[in-house]
């Protein structure tokens, strides 16, 4: 692609964080816990970015990957979110107002997660709370399968209250996110599934409290792809040693599994 061809972009995130706008999604974030934003994604940026799934893919192998802060490489064209303004702007200030007193600055966390081919089901109904207390979800490829077979994601919406000591988090997730409990969460989730799933549409943002959200993804069949894009903001234990190390563990544990 020539300069000539090659297609420019100013903020791809299409609606700006005003005061009103941050209020309205705040207060849906405590009584709902979720919030949509729709039509939030420039058209040609998303095509683009569907093209490098389509290229990852094609690379890596009908199969899971996950990779660490692509926006962050110049080479991918997930590098237009680092150049959004818009996009930080709900990070930071959505934190700030969902932190009740324990927000921190830290770094963004962004994860691009594709799951593929047969060899998924190891990915699915994996119940955790992210790190962070805002995580804004970008839909990329997204299958028009029925919810039982197309990955869609479920949820336990504000769950639990930020906590206030690092070490209760940490036990209170290994009480969590092991594969007995998960198992005990799975068979409540799908006994009321309309009341847990959420569908995602491609070309709108989802905004929900990662660290008080238990949440996890439906089975995916074979024959589809799914790619998302996640943005983890406002670490209320960023000066945790244990919680910093575990991290560490698993990020060098996706990035060895993405290169496979």
Known sequence: MGKEDQI????????????TLLNEITEDLMSDGFYCLDSAIDKKALTEFKYEI??????????????????????????????????????????????????????????????????????????????????????IVIPNGSP?????????????????????????????????????????????????????KEGNIYFFYGYRTLHANLPLKSKYTRATLLFHYGDPHHDSLLLNFIAKIRHFREKVNSKK
């Open 148 to 200: 039982e077979e197309s990955g869609s994601f479920l949820a336990f919406k504000n769950l639990r209250e930020l906590r206030n000591n690092a070490l209760l988090n940490f036990l209170e997730k290994i009480l969590i996110q092991n594969s007995f409990s998960r198992k005990i969460i799975s068979l409540i989730a799908l006994k009321n599934i309309s009341k847990h799933i959420i569908e995602f």
């Open 8 to 19: 420019t972009f100013d903020d791809i995130i299409l609606v700006k964080p005003s005061e």
């Open 54 to 139: 389509e290229s990852l893919v094609a690379d890596k192998g009908q199969r899971y990957f996950s990779l660490i802060n692509p926006y962050k490489n110049i080479k991918s064209k997930f590098n237009l979110l680092d150049k959004s303004k818009n996009l930080k702007g709900f990070l930071f200030e959505l934190a700030k107002l969902g932190s009740v007193n324990k927000y921190h600055k830290s770094q963004i966390l962004n994860v691009l997660r594709v799951v593929a081919g047969e060899k998924t089901s190891s990915q699915s109904l994996k119940f955790h709370y992210d790190a962070t207390i805002i995580t804004i979800l970008i839909p």
